[in-house]
């Protein structure tokens, strides 16, 4: 099963819209992720038409209309996998131990909002994902999204993807 998760799109404040190559892996995932802070929700609208199965949460960004639509913790078994996407975790220090205990019959926790990608394994073996985002990289080298294979009841194949700049700005 093929995995694409995203976070902090911040469409259209920070990008007309999701870049072509987000797109194009969009489209070859079973499952998308999104981690929250959408901010309007023609992008909601778009990535459901668009994807086979979309899975996602709304952040600190997102007006009623996206809170409406979305919970703030979704959860989901895939292919054995226990699944939780949440927008925020709180600080860096501490995350792991943190959200282990909030997050005891989970395997794998994608989370967003700081921007930041992030892959680390908790004590109880829960491992925490965040793809960073794809239209506003704040501090960080470069814009980026998040795949990943599940396969005999494991994520595998955990991968960052770098979007190149040329296709970040104020991409349609």
Not at 147 to 153: F, G, M, P, V, Y
Request: net charge positive.
């Amino acid at each position: 099963m093929r995995l694409l998760a995203m976070a902090d799109t911040h469409v259209p404040k920070r990008a007309r819209g999701l870049p072509p190559v987000l797109w194009r892996a969009v489209e070859a995932a079973d499952v998308v992720v999104h981690a929250g802070d959408w901010v309007d929700p023609a992008l909601l609208d778009e990535l459901t038409a668009r994807s086979a199965r979309l899975i996602a949460v709304y952040g600190n960004n997102d007006g009623p209309a996206l809170r409406a639509r979305l919970p703030e913790v979704a959860r989901a078994e895939l292919d054995g996998v226990r699944l939780a996407v949440v927008h925020e975790t709180g600080a860096a220090a501490g995350r792991e131990r943190r959200c282990a205990r909030a997050f005891p019959d989970t395997d794998v926790l994608i989370f967003g909002h700081s921007h930041i990608p992030w892959d680390s394994t908790a004590d109880t073996g829960l491992r925490l994902l965040n793809p960073g985002s794809p239209t506003d990289r704040r501090r960080q080298p470069e814009h980026t999204y998040l795949t990943a294979e599940i396969r005999s009841r494991t994520v595998c194949d955990v991968t960052l993807h770098a979007i190149p700049r040329s296709t970040t700005r104020n991409p349609g």
